[in-house]
């Protein structure tokens, strides 16, 4: 079973602030996705296979990686951005998800 | 517009069954692998299952492998997931959602959830 670390678990940012959040797998994948989900809301895709941008994304996102580390990085933090984001590989079964980086408005 | 609709959630005791239903719609269903994930209350993410586009591919993480079994009626749009042998650890908010084409493939796509209690 490939085993994602996210890091960090929590962290608050000001407005217009750069972000970046990592994801370290523990065997190599070939791509990553990335969701976001904010408190009380079903999750929703927000970036896949490493750097596309879902539909309806803002392109201060990016995502980019490669191998065991991944990450996904807000060019100027918004309120709208705070939410839970948790990365998933879908490159070997099982299908697993990291546990998440709380990301909030400082 | 793709929507899915959970249904079929409540509380059940340890030891007993349920089963979900996933009604989707707003996209040509039979041509999508379909998955079901989970979350417990105030927990991460949990991939339960997923199913080929005709239903004769079906995957499971070890921790519901035996008690689990997820289907599908293509003809109906619907997904399943038959819940056997339940335990207080698979209490969660089961989400019915939507892969690509291939089973790697993002979850697209999300229901709104129903909720799953399992307490004696």
């Known amino acids: 079973e490939i085993v994602l670390t996210q890091s960090p678990t929590t962290m608050a940012a000001s407005p217009g602030e750069k972000v970046t959040l990592t994801c370290r797998a523990s065997s190599s994948v070939s791509y990553m996705h990335w969701y976001q989900q904010r408190s009380g809301t079903s999750p929703k895709l927000w970036i896949y296979e490493t750097s596309k941008l879902a539909s309806g994304v803002p392109n201060r996102f990016s995502g980019s990686g490669s191998g065991t580390s991944y990450s996904l990085t807000i060019n100027s933090m918004e309120t709208e951005d705070a939410a839970t984001y948790y990365c998933?590989?879908?490159?070997?079964?099982?299908?697993?998800f990291g546990s998440g980086t709380k990301l909030e408005i400082k | 517009e793709v929507q899915l609709v959970e249904s079929g959630g409540g509380l059940v005791q340890p030891g007993r069954s349920l089963k979900l239903s996933c009604a989707a719609s707003?996209?040509?269903?039979?041509?999508?692998?379909m998955a079901w994930v989970r979350q417990a209350p105030k927990k991460g993410l949990e991939w339960v299952a997923t199913?080929?586009?005709?239903?004769?591919?079906?995957y499971y993480p070890d921790s519901v492998k035996g008690r689990f079994t997820i289907s599908r009626d293509n003809a109906k749009s619907s997904l399943y997931l038959q819940m056997n042998s339940l335990k207080s650890e698979d209490t969660a908010t089961y989400y019915c959602a939507r892969h690509g084409d291939y089973g790697g493939s993002p979850f697209a796509y999300w229901g709104q959830g129903t909720l799953v209690t399992v307490s004696s």
């Open positions: 998933q590989q879908g490159s070997s079964y099982p299908l697993t």
């Open positions: 199913i080929s586009t005709s239903g004769s591919r079906t």
């Open positions: 707003g996209f040509t269903f039979s041509n999508y692998y």
